[in-house]
T-cell receptor
């Protein structure tokens, strides 16, 4: 089983739509969870950390389900500028070695 | 806003040559990382560095790789004898340890390494 798994998509949604991505991880000891976005041929940019209680930042909401070992990202009111690849990142055990998912591609259509 | 910088942006080298990729992490960060991303593939962890020593490393980070913090600002990745399969984008990242124990990493723009 891969350390981090994501549906690669692509997700093509109209502007204003709500879209959700899921990511599963294999190591039950993992403690740190993040969502990054990556534009084509650019570096990953931190979108948000994911906390046990769930967290929200504007149009973005992240959730963690430890029992089922998955994290989710919800984007409301999609904008054209949200078009990117969304990367799920999880640490191995409790240390600072990190696994990236293959990413989920999102295209927001006018 | 502080950012991670990397030089050069593109490095072309011949197989068997040594390369050094350079990074300047964000100044108050304590943890430093190198990742690589082969074109069309996922980002892969190479190594993390803390308190002047390697903290964790992946299977990719074999004896051909080394890291160094030669002074108070630079963080380097050396590949001793490059292979064709080392061609990739190499990202440097840095983080500080937050109160929640998170390692929120900020990435540099990357160095594209092409081995011919």
């Amino acid at each position: 089983r891969k350390e981090v798994e994501q549906d690669p998509g692509p997700f093509n949604v109209p502007e204003g739509a709500t879209v959700a991505f899921n990511c599963t991880y294999s190591n039950s000891a993992s403690q740190s969870f993040f969502w990054y976005r990556q534009d084509c041929r650019k570096e990953p940019k931190l979108l948000m950390s994911v906390y046990s209680s769930g967290n929200e930042d504007g149009r973005f909401t992240a959730q963690l389900n430890r029992a089922s070992q998955y994290i989710s990202l919800l984007i409301r009111d999609s904008k054209l500028s949200d078009s990117a690849t969304y990367l799920c990142v999880v640490n191995m055990n409790t240390g600072n070695q990190f696994y990236f998912g293959t990413g989920t591609s999102l295209t927001v259509i006018p | 806003e502080p950012e991670v910088t990397q030089t050069p942006s593109h490095q072309v080298t011949q197989m068997g040559q040594e390369v050094i990729l350079r990074c300047v992490p964000i100044s108050n960060h304590l943890y430093f990382y190198w990742y690589r991303q082969i074109l069309g593939q996922k980002v892969e962890f190479l190594v993390s560095f803390y308190n002047n020593e390697i903290s964790e490393k992946s299977e990719i980070f074999d004896d051909q790789f080394s890291v160094e913090r030669p002074d108070g600002s630079n963080f380097t990745l050396k590949i001793r004898s490059t292979k064709l399969e080392d061609s990739a984008m190499y990202f440097c990242a840095s983080s500080t340890l937050g109160l929640a124990g998170d390692y929120e990493q900020y990435f540099g723009p990357g160095t594209r390494l092409t081995v011919t």
